[in-house]
């Protein structure tokens, strides 16, 4: 039986371990808990139209059916409880962007994907006089509960999970082992899904991976009750499971304190009084570092040394949406030597061209 190791257990390596364990590996999960990892931190929003000029998502359809299948799948069984299928609101911020989205969401890439408001929502809760556009195909995940859950799929399927630091020290290469506490583990495959931290990894310390910070608040308001919708204006607000809003989030890529800082919470609490027109009390805030690339996308590939050694990183502000088709590519791509898209190919950045 194959035997492979798969390094983190975030987004990325939790979806990678359970779909190559599906397909007959022996796979070994190794992970610390971080709690200011990405996948721990994240709001969980899943949405095809993003940016300031509101943008269709790389790959949207795409995304979106992959996520869909994930659901349906019974091996998954038991995630979907996490996810939370909800429109997105966006108030328009002026004229301009009113009239731009009254023509495009009448265009075929768009129809199925918006809703045209051209009337304010709720206006006694949130400031939107000029209307907005509904995004119709999106939601939010508690992704801690995903993980934790996917970890328990891949447990009760034979998988083994690992808790602590990577021992890079304790890797050899040339043999194909790693020792852990003393014991050597053998492998024929080994994925590197170390989120931000990937950089401390010392065969992949090269790659463009840069640690993105963001702080979110949890809130809690009698007034949000109402609202069947995430908002995103400037910041995100976020229905969360336990009655508290989830709102951020700030993007910091110089940063010398990594934990949650009065002015992210200043600097999130300005954004939101530009939406909320009800009071609010702050009952939760944190902060994690994302995985960022130079072009936005994730990063799939093994290294130019050792082919067996892969990574699956880089997943920026949107792993929620990328983990569940990007692992599909990876694992196919680890089993079946299937191509990856150009766009996501480590091959792209220098230092991982084979010479
Ligand atoms: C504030 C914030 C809000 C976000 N909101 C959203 C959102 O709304 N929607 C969305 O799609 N995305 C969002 N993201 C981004 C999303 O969280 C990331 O894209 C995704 O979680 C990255 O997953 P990953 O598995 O690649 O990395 P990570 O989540 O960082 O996982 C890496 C794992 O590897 C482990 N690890 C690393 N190094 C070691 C080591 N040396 N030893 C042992 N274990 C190690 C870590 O403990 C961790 O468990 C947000 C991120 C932040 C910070």
């Known amino acids: 039986m194959r035997q492979v190791i798969v390094l983190g257990a975030g987004l990325a390596g939790s979806f990678l371990a359970c779909r190559l364990l599906r397909q007959g590996c022996h796979v070994t999960l190794i992970d610390d808990r971080a709690p200011m990892s990405a996948s721990r931190v994240a709001a969980g929003l899943y949405n095809v139209i993003t940016g300031r000029f509101g943008s269709k998502t790389w790959k949207a359809e795409t995304l979106l059916a992959e996520l869909d299948a994930v659901l349906k799948d019974p091996f998954f069984q038991g995630v979907s409880q996490f996810i939370h299928p909800i429109h997105i609101y966006r108030p328009f911020k002026d ?57 328990d799929i891949f447990r009760s399927n034979g998988g083994v999970v690992l808790q602590g630091s990577i021992p890079y020290d304790q890797i050899n290469m040339g043999q194909k082992t790693l020792t852990w506490k003393g014991e050597p583990l053998g492998f024929d495959q080994m994925i590197c899904c170390e989120g931000y931290r990937i950089r401390q990894n010392p065969w992949f310390e090269k790659l463009p991976v840069q640690p993105n910070k963001g702080e979110i608040l949890e809130i809690e308001s009698e007034g949000l009750d109402q609202l069947p919708f995430v908002i995103t204006k400037k ?30 919470r200043a600097q999130i609490e300005e954004q939101l009084r530009l939406v909320l027109k009800v009071p609010y009390k702050v009952v939760g805030h944190r902060a994690g570092i994302r995985p960022t690339t130079p072009n936005r996308r994730p990063i799939l590939g093994s290294h130019p040394q050792w082919p067996f050694l892969y990574t699956l990183s880089g997943f920026g502000t949107k792993g929620m949406l990328a983990a569940p ?29 084979p010479t």
């Open 95 to 151: 004229v301009e962007e009113y009239n731009q989205w009254s023509g495009w969401s009448a265009e075929p890439a768009y129809h199925q994907l918006v809703k045209f408001e051209e009337r304010p929502l709720f206006p006694e809760v949130i400031h939107n006089p000029l209307g907005g556009i509904r995004i119709l195909p999106c939601g939010w995940v508690n992704i801690g509960g995903l993980i934790d859950r996917l970890q």
């Open 235 to 264: 910041v995100y607000m976020v229905p969360g499971e336990s009655g508290r809003w989830i709102v951020g989030s700030t993007y910091e890529h110089l940063f010398d304190d990594p934990g949650p800082t009065e002015a992210g």
């Open 325 to 353: 088709y990007c692992s599909r590519l990876m694992t196919a791509h680890i089993l079946e030597g299937a191509e990856v898209p150009e766009e996501l190919r480590i091959t792209q950045f220098k230092a991982f061209r």
